[in-house]
Every structure is written in C-alpha cells, then in structure tokens.
C-alpha cells in the first residue's frame, strides 16, 4: 500500500510556471507507474501525464505537451509535474495517482491509489 501527498500548487499568472510534487510513503515506491490528473469544476478527472516505474517512459496529453513535464526521483520517493506556460484552462486540483499492476497509468480508473490534490488556479 502507499499513500500520496501532492504539494506545490497555487495562484499563478497566465504564463507562468509551478512545479507539483507527490511524495510517496512505503519503500517500495519504485515499483509503481504513477499519473497526473487533473479535475476542473464540474468537469470529469482528466489524465495529465504518466510514468513509468523506472521513469524511462512518459506520456502526456495533448492539452499539455510541450509545456507540462513529468519526472520521478525513485531515490526520494517522488513524483514531480513540472508546469510551463500554464493557461487558465489548466485550472483544477490536480492530483496524483500510483498503480502496482500496470505499465501506465492514463485513465483515473487504472490506479488504485490517490493523493487529496492540490489546487492550482491561472489567473488571466
């Protein structure tokens, strides 16, 4: 079992940058694929991006390539989002999320643990 805690989020002008990260408890957290997701007001959870157990492969979506980053320090037990030239649409509590049994976790019904989310807004 592991639990997620996500820090890192906040108010950001339109073009600016924040960097989320998501600490791990247990030791074997190099053993999980982790995910970014996000959820808008009165949207549904939507993937972010994903990494795979020993951080060689990453994915994101289209809505964010180019400008968001996925990285994993397996050492600290920590996954990072590194956020580039945020828009106000990438306003949402972005959460991460961790799955045992898979390569990457892309879809909020593939991971069996969840972090409680940090808000981050862009204002215009």
């Known amino acids: 079992q592991v639990q997620l805690v996500e820090s890192g989020g906040g108010l950001v002008q339109a073009g600016g940058s924040l960097r989320l990260s998501c600490a791990a408890s247990g030791r074997t957290f190099s053993s999980y694929a982790m995910g970014w997701f996000r959820q808008a007001p009165g949207k549904e959870r939507e993937f972010v991006a994903s990494i795979n157990r020993s951080g060689g492969i990453t994915r994101s979506a289209d809505s964010v390539k180019g400008r968001f980053s996925i990285s994993r320090d397996n050492a600290k037990n920590t996954v990072y989002l590194q956020m580039n030239s945020l828009k106000p649409e990438d306003t949402a509590v972005y959460y991460c999320?961790?799955?045992?049994?898979?390569?990457?976790?892309?879809?909020?019904?593939?991971?069996?643990?969840w972090g409680q989310g940090t808000q981050v807004t862009v204002s215009s």
């Open positions: 999320a961790a799955d045992l049994t898979i390569t990457a976790v892309t879809t909020p019904h593939q991971a069996t643990y």
